[in-house]
């Protein structure tokens, strides 16, 4: 097999491409934790009708990432395939995330009308940022090492982005609120005028090397050929199975205020414990290029798993009664978690390549699209299991619990997602694109370029 360069993309483009995410995930954060408490106490929308268009724009985002997928695969220009949605769409979505913000001079009907235009919309809009994002990083670099250290730095970009605005949204909020209005408007502008500089400076300072040189035989895909290529892929199916599974440890994120407020009676508790698990994360995350070089990827995640489940049922059986015993937890867990958080993403970009070779077609943007959408599927999931969970334990809120539902709130921080980790690893086990075929796919089909687009 011919040898491969390795370390070929610049510091620039490797920090670049983590200002990207870093600038995204600050407005989805703000989107994601604000945006429901926004609509019902400064709007006038009731829980039941938010709770509604969330659900009708996870269905539509079933189909629009998909679409989205299609549209970059068939993408050609100059710029690339991603890079030209990046220069050309950061203000589309800067604008649509300050609207859903906004507060219109209309009735509640009229409010009502108004909120599910911008979201839907705005879930539009964002698609066509994200799915190119992701994608991008398969086209930096067609080499393992390259897209680990890649999407690394951009995890940790991510994780201090979603760190942002959990912190300082509040803050800001109360600086600009009057009589008059409410101060999300304000923060809005300012982490999506952020968000904008972010996503275009990678539109103008990445590179896409990742080209096939000679094989001549890829067409444009329609959107059956994309359906056929997510579900023949082999590989794909088995990571997209495992971030499926992951919804269980998810659960630890969706209840932890829950667990601060009753199970540790202090609110304020919740900040101190998302900042340690969030800091050890970006921690795990960093040091993933570096294991990596140590100890294979998929190797790594089932080692991160078992950890994780170790970890899971052994702060279950010391109990909550020690707050500081809980931060050590949360730390390690944290660390942990940041390995497959980056790996994954690596092994979904890996099978690129695979259907590459298997199809003759290149569906970087149908692939990448799966991740997205698997990421809202799952967030809805968990939101759906947390109610149920919660529903089960005989919870009820602003009240003294009981000690059924203090063990049940528990054991979805602890328990159920050691469980969920090492259920997660085992269709892993059936990835068959190790470093060494992957580095063999790549000479294969050519794809280190002569020179990358300008």
Partial sequence: MPSLPSATVPLKERLSYATALGGQNLMYTFVNFFILIFYTDVMGITPAA???????????????????????????????????????????IAVTTALLFYVPALSGRGRLVYVWITYILWGMVYTSGDIPLWTLSGRISPLTEDRNTLISWARIAGALGTAAAVLLTVPLKNLFQTERASGYFGVALIFCAIGFLSIVQAGLITRERTMRQSSGRERKAGVNDSLRAIFSNGPLMMVLLSYLIAVLPGLQTILMMHFAKYNLRDESLMTMIAGISLVSMAVGAGLVP?????????????LSGVILAALGTLMYLIGYG??????VFAAAWGLFNGFPDVIRTTMIANTVEYMEKKTGKRNE??????????????????KFLAGILLTVVGFKANAAQSPQALQGIFMAMTLIPGIGSLLMIIPLFFYRIDDKAHRQLVSELGLMDAGAEP
């Fill in 322 to 327: 020690n707050v500081i015993a809980f931060y």
């Fill in 290 to 302: 570096w294991l990596t070089k140590r100890i294979e990827g998929k190797k790594l995640v089932i």
């Fill in 365 to 382: 943007g149908t692939i990448f699209s799966t991740l997205t959408f698997i990421g809202k599927l799952t967030a809805g999931l968990g």
């Fill in 50 to 92: 938010a709770g509604a268009m969330f659900l009708a724009a996870r269905i539509w985002d079933a189909y629009n990432d998909l679409i989205m997928g299609v549209i970059v695969d068939r993408t050609r220009s100059r710029w690339g395939k991603c890079r030209p949605f990046l220069l050309y769409m950061a203000l589309p």
